[in-house]
């Protein structure tokens, strides 16, 4: 969603400017960028979108950064693509250590299903996340619907 509402969360250019609490507690703001101390930012506290976006390209950049160091096995784009959404959901350290170590196995075949059950939890939204991520890794189709 660009604008609009989001789980109550109200959404500007795709990113939520309010930092709030997310389903499991932490101090989120922008496109799911995890709040530390050294941002300074404190829930209830709003940010430019400018701010939004420097978080989500480093973000991005860190999980990059960990998927170029740590994948031993050739990917094709799409499948690098599904990853980085995944770890950039996940987290790039310890949430991604078990699905690099997954893909570096070289069972593509078994990726589908493992994709589907990935640190998934009870969170409707997190299922629909995976089921898009699932499907672009295996097929190569690009789907944002979730």
């Not at 991005?60 to 599904?82: C, G, T």
């Not at 790039?92 to 699905?99: L, R």
């Amino acid at each position: 969603m660009l604008n609009g509402v989001y789980k109550g969360h109200q959404v500007t250019e795709g990113f939520i400017l309010t930092a709030y609490r997310d389903n499991v507690g932490i101090p989120t703001v922008g496109c799911g960028h995890r709040i530390v101390p050294a941002d300074r930012i404190e829930v209830g506290q709003v940010i430019s979108v400018e701010r939004a976006r420097e978080f989500r390209r480093r973000n991005v950049a860190e999980v990059e950064r960990r998927l170029d160091a740590d994948m031993k096995v050739p990917l094709f784009q799409f499948e690098y693509d599904a990853l980085v959404s995944i770890v950039y959901n996940c987290g790039s350290g310890d949430g991604a250590s078990e699905i690099i170590r997954k893909v570096n196995s070289g069972h593509y075949d078994d990726m589908h299903d493992f994709i589907l059950t990935y640190r998934v939890g009870t969170n409707r939204g997190v299922k629909n996340r995976r089921i898009a991520e699932a499907r672009l890794f295996v097929s190569g189709v690009y789907d944002a619907s979730h």
